[in-house]
């Protein structure tokens, strides 16, 4: 059997930063990319092992769950490749995992509300919550059109249209290519996870933006930025903030991730 019709079910541990415990995740490989799933299940982060809980008496009801949750899914995946010569899509399994942890679904939804519920489910795991909050008033903008309700409502003429729409509402091009970027996102994971048999995002264009003049700031004024004493205590650590940014490239963002335990 090849490589491309080889998966199984393993275990992630999410961890928290403010939190001594943390989620469990099932974690697949599809095409290429890491596909990971809320168990719903947590546990002490000092009591996970190797992409699973430690053999101690306080996991033993948690391991035998998490067994029992990777044969059924395992069992699943094997049906799938024996009668379709091919691993289940990301769909698929997600599907079954609702169905295996008790939740109702309806299988193979046409809905777009339903289906933005769960993409944004899936978008959970890749940004952060202010990003989905974003994300979730745009596709909002998107479900109001009463053009379409369902997946079989969707049209390249109807997705110029509203195109056009989101121009003339939406203002400024940067604005406006926000709402078609986070709107061709999700008509490409309908296709991806075979909601549509046609990529509808191929229907949607960016505009060009105007380039903008990059400002930066000449090295005389960064010394002068740290040679400063500011007195407003949280004003000084903007700064000193700022400054390690300049120092070491990092983007805000990514600085935000660096801990104590990362500097020698």
């Known amino acids: 059997m090849g490589n491309e019709f080889q998966m199984e079910t393993r275990y992630y541990l999410k961890k928290s930063a403010t939190n001594k415990d943390g989620a469990i995740y099932f974690l697949f490989h599809h095409q290429y990319e890491q596909v990971r799933i809320s168990t719903g299940e ?4 000092k009591d996970w092992g190797d992409g699973f809980p430690r053999k101690i008496n306080s996991t033993i009801i948690l391991r035998e769950r998490l067994n029992y949750f990777k044969a059924t899914i395992d069992n699943f995946i094997k049906q799938i490749i024996d009668k379709n010569n091919r691993v289940p899509t990301e769909v698929e399994i997600r599907e079954q995992i609702e169905i295996l942890l008790g939740k109702k679904v309806s299988y193979k939804t046409k809905d777009l509300l339903q289906l933005t519920e769960k993409y944004l489910e899936y978008c959970k795991l890749n940004f952060a919550p202010k990003t989905l909050q974003t994300k979730a008033i745009r596709l909002s903008f998107f479900n109001e059109q009463k053009s379409w309700s369902s997946v079989d409502d969707l049209s390249k003429l109807k997705l110029e249209k509203y195109q056009a729409k989101v121009e003339i509402e939406k203002g400024e091009i940067a604005n406006v290519n926000n709402y078609i970027k986070d ?17 509808f995002s191929a229907y949607l264009r960016k505009n060009k933006e105007t ?5 930066s700031l000449e090295e005389k004024e960064i010394i002068k930025l740290e040679k400063h004493n500011f007195i407003n205590p949280s004003e000084q650590k903007a700064v000193d903030l700022f400054l390690f940014c300049c120092y070491t490239g990092l983007r805000f963002s990514d600085m935000q991730k660096v801990s104590k335990e990362m500097i020698l």
Do not use: D, S
Request: charged share 25%; aromatic share 16%; with cysteine.
């Open 183 to 199: 709107c061709k996102a999700f008509l490409n994971w309908l296709y991806k996870n075979e909601y549509t048999q046609t990529n």
């Open 211 to 215: 380039e903008k003049p990059i400002i």
């Open 42 to 45: 947590k546990i002490a982060i």
